[in-house]
Structures are given as C-alpha cells and as structure tokens.
Nanobody, 122 residues
Framework: VQLQASGGGLVQAGGSLTLSCTTSGRSFSSYAVGWFRQTPGKEREFVTSITRGGTTYYANSVKGRFTISRDNTKNTVYLQMNSLKPEDTAIYYC?????????????????WGQGTLVTVSS
C-alpha cells in the first residue's frame, strides 16, 4: 500500500486548507486512515482518523475546526482544515491501518505517506 499526502501550502491564520491522502492500493476501503503532524523538535502528534465505515476521531486541539472524510470510489481521504492557527503549522502525514477501528497512535499504522507541509502565518 502506498499513500500520498498532498494539498499543503501557506495560508494566513483564520484561513482554510484541504489535504488529500490518496492510495494506489486496491483495498483502500478496507483500512482505517489517520492524519498525524509533526514539527521540528516535537513528537509526532495525532490529528484525526477515520474508520473504513466512516467513524471519525479528533484530537481536542482540532475538534470543531478540522473534518476528515473519505471517498472510497476515489481512494482518497480528505482533511478539511478551517480556522487555521499558527500552531497548526507542521508537516502532515497520512497513514493506513488494516484495522476495524481507527487508531490514534502512530505505532498502530503500518503504512505512511511522505507528508505535506502546512504553514500558517500570523
């Protein structure tokens, strides 16, 4: 399974950005997908995840501002980010897990994309 994250960029605080996570795998609908982010000198942080059935989980820091969704017909998971803050600046990674739940720990994901940089200016 190969995952690819895209859609990062530079945005002003309060703005919006949509990230995409696509895969070439044929069984995309069979696994959960999570988004994590990391900044230099900090540990990787859970952002959000979605089960294969569409149940979603969010970190408290993004709840109410970010929305994860998936389109299995397009083998794509989206991360809609609204009301962005400078502290949201990070490299965002998507990851896949062949589990019926959507893990919040990175160690439970076996497949990772290369990451996309999101920069929020104040």
């Amino acid at each position: 399974v190969q995952l690819q994250a895209s859609g990062g960029g530079l945005v002003q605080a309060g703005g919006s950005l949509t990230l995409s996570c696509t895969t070439s795998g044929r069984s995309f609908s069979s696994y959960a997908v999570g988004w994590f982010r990391q900044t230099p000198g900090k540990e990787r942080e859970f952002v959000t995840s979605i089960t294969r059935g569409g149940t979603t989980y969010y970190a408290n820091s993004v709840k109410g501002r970010f929305t994860i969704s998936r389109d299995n017909t397009k083998n794509t998971v989206y991360l809609q980010m609204n009301s962005l803050k400078p502290e949201d600046t990070a490299i965002y990674y998507c990851a896949g897990s062949y589990t019926t739940w959507a893990p919040t720990r990175g160690s439970e994901y076996g497949y990772w994309g290369q990451g996309t940089l999101v920069t929020v200016s104040s």
